[in-house]
């Protein structure tokens, strides 16, 4: 929904677009919108607060989504017209309410990613097989890349393959160039060919990051981890953030009033922000 009265941003999960009621043109019939849940007012910002918090990412917590969200309403990636001056007024006040909730209630629990998620399945090997060329295998490739090993990344986006090899130092190929080996393999894309996993019985290890997906064919392998499997394993620091989840939720809805409080100085606040994602 490419569109110049919204401005999107493309996480590892999901898709928000960001808008204001007064440029919109057809704003009336947004409730019509088919696949979206719509957020407006400061529904919508307790909302960005809470994603940029990790509260809506299967990995509770994860700190990932707080760094895409400054990267992409940062000043290079925005213009100077008075919405996206507000957008970035916006994420600074998004930035430093989640920081005041990470502070609080996230220290040392809130620091697990995708990325230090998959290091510590894979610690060990040198040599590591990543299919996808999305925003999660970007997040990926920081730590796949430590302690020199060797990240060969498959794709079929050739742009952004080529932008993870000026950004990375590691080898770039297409689907059909895989050859399993005795390396390990991570799966970030959500498409996926089982013709490409039935190649993989004798690899050490697979990672399917694919939400809410166990693969037909390789579910019976001890080699295969699926995304369920990999956030069972730190049940533990799981089950500590759903337990303070509820004073997160009030945390944000007491920031979320004192701004409410603030706009109805400012006769051009942005009181009815329409957030949809």
Not at 59 to 73: T, V, W
Not at 175 to 180: A, D, L, M
Not at 185 to 193: E, K, L
């Amino acid at each position: 929904m490419d569109h110049p009265d919204w401005i999107s941003w493309h996480t590892c999960m999901r898709s928000i677009y960001l808008s204001d009621e007064r440029i919109l043109e057809d704003h009336e019939n947004l409730d019509t919108i088919q696949g979206f849940e719509i957020y407006r007012g400061f529904s919508a910002y307790s909302f960005l607060v809470e994603v940029v918090c990790g509260l809506h990412s299967k990995l509770y917590g994860e700190s990932e989504i707080q760094a895409q969200f400054r990267d992409r309403f940062s000043p290079p990636q925005l213009g100077n017209s008075a919405f996206e001056l507000s957008i970035l007024r916006l994420r600074d006040q998004v930035l430093e309410h989640s920081k005041i909730i990470r502070t609080q209630f996230l220290t040392g629990i809130g620091r697990m990613s995708y990325g230090s998620l998959a290091e510590t399945w894979i610690r060990g090997f040198s040599k590591v097989h990543l299919f996808g060329t999305g925003n999660l295998a970007e997040s990926l490739l920081p730590y796949l890349v430590q302690s020199n090993r060797r990240i060969t990344v498959y794709g079929r986006n050739v742009q952004r393959l080529e932008f993870f090899e000026s950004k990375f130092d590691i080898q770039i190929k297409n689907w059909e160039s895989y050859s399993p080996d005795s390396s390990p393999v991570i799966i970030a894309s959500t498409y996926f060919p089982e013709s490409i996993l039935e190649t993989m019985s004798f690899v050490p290890k697979i990672l399917d990051f694919r939400e809410d997906f166990t693969s037909r064919i390789a579910c019976n392998w001890n080699h295969y981890i699926p995304f369920s499997t990999m956030l069972h394993s730190i049940q533990n620091t799981q089950k500590n953030i759903i337990e303070i989840k509820p004073q997160i939720v009030k945390m944000i809805s007491h920031l979320t009033h004192d701004r409410e409080e603030e706009q109805t100085h400012f006769l051009n606040g942005w009181e009815d922000l329409t957030h949809t994602c």
